[in-house]
């Protein structure tokens, strides 16, 4: 059975840090994409930061720029979020989800309400207090 576990999540105050985990069992790391996306109440669902086991390359929304990097352990089927400098609007569910085959990372992550996704984590929440 295939599944992806989200974890680190919590309540950290304007300006803090968290570290999101992203856990796949089942399948493992290679030609995949693995994406980062977030809703909050209300709102949209965001893609956030995407990685690809293919070549590396990695997509950051223009939001979190510069705070938020994405990385993967493939020996662990794990990715990580690490979230820098956080603000109030960073509040919502934070879902990992993974994309089979080659596709780019500005695709998976970059298009919104893209449907071409295999797999989802339940999500985390995330709040930011200001």
């Known amino acids: 059975e295939v599944q992806l576990v989200e974890s680190g999540g919590g309540l950290v105050q304007a300006g803090g840090s968290l570290r999101l985990s992203c856990t796949a069992s089942?399948?493992?790391?290679?030609?995949?994409?693995i994406g980062w996306f977030r809703q909050a109440p209300g709102k949209e669902r965001e893609g956030v930061s995407c990685?690809?086991?293919?070549?590396?390359?990695?997509y950051y929304a223009d939001s979190v720029k510069g705070r938020f990097t994405i990385s993967s352990d493939n020996a662990k089927n794990t990715v990580y979020l690490q979230m820098n400098s956080l603000k109030p609007e960073d509040t919502a569910v934070y879902y990992c989800?993974?994309?089979?085959?080659?596709?780019?990372?500005?695709?998976?992550?970059?298009?919104?309400?893209?449907?071409?996704?295999?797999?989802w984590g339940k999500g985390a929440l995330v709040t930011v207090s200001s």
């Open positions: 089942g399948f493992t790391f290679e030609d995949y994409a």
């Open positions: 990685i690809s086991s293919n070549d590396g390359s990695t």
């Open positions: 989800a993974a994309d089979i085959g080659p596709v780019p990372c500005t695709v998976v992550a970059g298009t919104p309400n893209y449907d071409g996704l295999d797999y």
